[in-house]
């Protein structure tokens, strides 16, 4: 049984005619009318019975009318899909992301794309970068919201944000009010500060840059998130650098300084990152977040 023959039997079920039925799938009629009977003998029924003015199905075609509707149905499903797919607007998108994320206008591109593409299944999980780095190498994501720290070889990338860093200090700091600050000025104070494992090339020229302009602070704790680091600066443990946009996380209890252009400290810089070779799918996600991210 050909899927070309259960359309031809279709024609002639819903026409009730071998010549209105040729008409409507484009044949001549008596290829139409070899085509049925080659299938009537395949099964070893007969499908219509011949009238002068027409055809009528017989118990055996009416039974096969329904499984060549539900067959033809479903090919149609089948059809749309793949072509949704095939063009990113059906499908799966695991997307993971750094926490510093949801501050910046990553939920925003989330909500625009979902508007745009309800079909997509979007999977959200939180991780730090070198975890990201492992998953969507081995396809367990899609895409990943990341810091960056210099070109990354490995997979294609978007700068999706550029800010600077700030220093977070309790109020009554020394530096409290002050309209700008220098790193050069924290020579020996107690800092917080994230664990280098974390994300070891930052940290390192993080503290390199102190170290230029001829101060070491002291690092007294560790925190791996900013509410964990702004909760610790609040309470008097000690200043941190957070990236200006953390200045929404926090009360009234810490105050955010700018930090001198002079001091040349490096920027935050997170990325989009995934795979070479994006699918559909994939790279409708970058073309959102580029439109949303030229607009800002």
Known sequence: MELRQLKYFLAVAEEASFTRAAERVHIAQP??????????????????????HGVSLTAEGKYLLGVAEEVLHKLDIAKTSLEGMREGRIGRLAIGFIPAATQSQ??????????????????????????????????????????????????????????????AVPRGH???????????ELDGEPMVFFERSGHPGIYDEILGTFSRLGATPEIVQNARTKQTTLALVAAGVGFALVPAMSSRLCGHEVSFVPIDPADNLMEVRISLIWKQGASPLVANFIDEAKKLSQRS
Do not use: W
């Open 31 to 52: 290829p139409l009318s070899r085509q049925i009977k080659n299938l009537e003998e395949e099964l070893g029924v007969r499908l219509f019975v011949r009238e002068r």
């Open 174 to 184: 020394a530096l409290d009010g002050r309209g700008m600050a220098s790193l050069g």
């Open 106 to 167: 990553f939920p925003q591109v989330i909500k625009r794309f979902k508007d745009k593409y309800p079909e997509i299944t979007i999977e959200l999980a939180e991780f730090n970068s070198r975890n990201m780095r492992h998953l969507l190498h081995d396809g367990s994501l899609d895409i990943a919201l990341v810091r960056s720290c210099g070109m990354d070889r490995e997979f294609e990338s978007f700068p999706f944000l550029r800010e600077p860093y700030v220093l």
